[in-house]
């Protein structure tokens, strides 16, 4: 069987989305027989070349990261370009890979729900959609990080069994939601400032970092 990755994260091939299809890929090529194909979704206007690989795959794992709560411009561009295909993706495998920098996994949620609903309207068949939060230093990672094993061994358990482990896509979520006690302690670290060190790095370098609390929408009284 072939696996086809569609990586929709607007940093390609330096993305942490990359990274991670890596892995899972890793685990599902163990097998001589099994292959894959690769391709990085970008704003193209017409998407007839990622169509006929569509048209012609068979099994496609799509992962990208979430923006906004939702995805970013060009997969829902790409995703749009679709609906003409409903009546040839029957039969056709889906698996989904979201994640995000949050920490929390329960942000991915509603996304989720989307994604769900969105296959069974192109009529193809859902395989399971992976959740994974705190996903942004996946790119510094190292290879044997534990997270990344999993999602590794979740790739291989597919190839096996042909659906995707529960008891590992639970593993690969991280955190699903901070507990009382870390909702304090993360108070009381963000008054330190930490917690904004790479942003503010990040401001500062864009020039922005004077007007990070600005609120330009907000309606000024006359």
Known sequence: MKLTIFNG?????????????????????????????YFLIEYQGKY????????????FYIIFPLYIDSMPG?????IDTLEPLRG???????????????PE?????????????????????????ITSGGSEASRFLPDRYKFFLNLEELGKKYREAGKLDEELMEKVKNRKQFS?????????????GILNVMWNKSLRKNGVFEKRFDKPYEEKNS
């Not at 329960?106 to 309207?121: D, R």
């Open 9 to 37: 994260s607007p940093r390609g091939k330096e993305s942490n989305s990359k990274v991670l299809s890596n892995k899972f890929s890793k685990g599902f090529l163990m097998s001589e027989d099994q292959k894959e194909e």
């Open 48 to 59: 007839e070349n990622l169509i006929e690989t569509v048209e012609n795959g068979e099994l």
């Open 74 to 78: 060009m997969v829902k561009e790409f």
């Open 88 to 102: 040839k993706l029957k039969g056709k495998k889906f698996i989904y890979h979201i994640h995000c920098g949050f």
């Open 105 to 129: 996994e329960i942000h991915l949620h509603g996304l989720k729900k989307y994604l769900m609903l969105l296959t069974e309207m192109l009529n193809g068949q859902l395989v399971g959609v």
């Open 180 to 192: 009382g006690f870390s909702m304090i302690m993360l108070k009381l670290l963000n008054k330190t």
